[in-house]
T-cell receptor, first 117, second 113 residues
Framework: DTGVSQDPRHKITKRGQNVTFRCDPI?????LYWYRQTLGQGPEFLTYFQNEAQLEKSRLLSDRFSAERPKGSFSTLEIQRTEQGDSAMYLC???????????????FGEGSWLTVV | DQQVKQNSPSLSVQEGRISILNCDYTNSMFDYFLWYKKYPAEGPTFLISISSIKDKNEDGRFTVFLNKSAKHLSLHIVPSQPGDSAVYFCAASARGGNTPLVFGKGTRLSVIA
């Protein structure tokens, strides 16, 4: 059983450049989440998908952030025109939501570190 | 406004003793709660969860207690081991776990040998 896989694990980019992170969820998990974590804080929710449908995107930090899950499997998170404040760990997670009141344990990947210089 | 609060940034416990990590929440719609452990430079690892229909859930050395009237939950680790040293996050969800998790800021646990 492979866990949630994220790529790249580390990315250093210059301010103004675009970056893209990829996430491969646990196979057959229907939900995929993106979170961001900065130093001293808990993970902060950004967006999530159920299969290929993006159910919530209002928490994306600005219009420079976008996410896709084109075939309901892997997902990408893109940050355009990066700023130094975007430096953080970007976490992907997945779950297999079965139905109401069945709980929903989400499993995280190792994270992708972004440093904007 | 923080909906999930972990008011102790850090906790030190001797090996073999009990570790108690606390979490408070403000949103009365939350009905599913989880604890995660995180090592540096790694993603959070799921530990244990509890639904609001229960007040206790055990898994090995880990027990989570939920007090709905106080909007408070706690994680007990007995006995504590040096490998338990990590940051612990409390997280909450609504509608039977159907909404994305909201996390606290974490508590750093140090277990001293």
């Amino acid at each position: 059983d492979t866990g949630v896989s994220q790529d790249p694990r580390h990315k250093i980019t210059k301010r103004g450049q675009n970056v893209t992170f990829r996430c491969d969820p646990i196979s057959e998990h229907n939900r995929l989440y993106w979170y961001r974590q900065t130093l001293g804080q808990g993970p902060e929710f950004l967006t999530y998908f159920q299969n290929e449908a993006q159910l919530e995107k209002s928490r994306l930090l600005s219009d420079r952030f976008s996410a896709e899950r084109p075939k309901g499997s892997f997902s990408t998170l893109e940050i355009q025109r990066t700023e130094q404040g975007d430096s953080a760990m970007y976490l992907c997670a997945s779950s297999n939501r079965q139905g109401a009141f069945s709980g929903n344990t989400i499993y995280f990947g190792e994270g992708s570190w972004l440093t904007v210089v | 406004d923080q909906q999930v609060k972990q008011n102790s940034p850090s906790l030190s416990v001797q090996e073999g003793r009990i570790s108690i990590l606390n979490c408070d929440y403000t949103n009365s719609m939350f009905d599913y709660f989880l604890w995660y452990k995180k090592y540096p430079a790694e993603g959070p690892t799921f530990l244990i969860s509890i639904s609001s229909i229960k007040d206790k859930n055990e898994d090995g050395r880990f027990t989570v207690f939920l007090n709905k009237s106080a909007k408070h939950l706690s994680l007990h680790i007995v006995p504590s081991q040096p490998g338990d040293s990590a940051v612990y996050f409390c997280a909450a969800s609504a509608r039977g776990g159907n909404t994305p998790l909201v996390f606290g800021k974490g508590t750093r646990l140090s277990v001293i040998a």
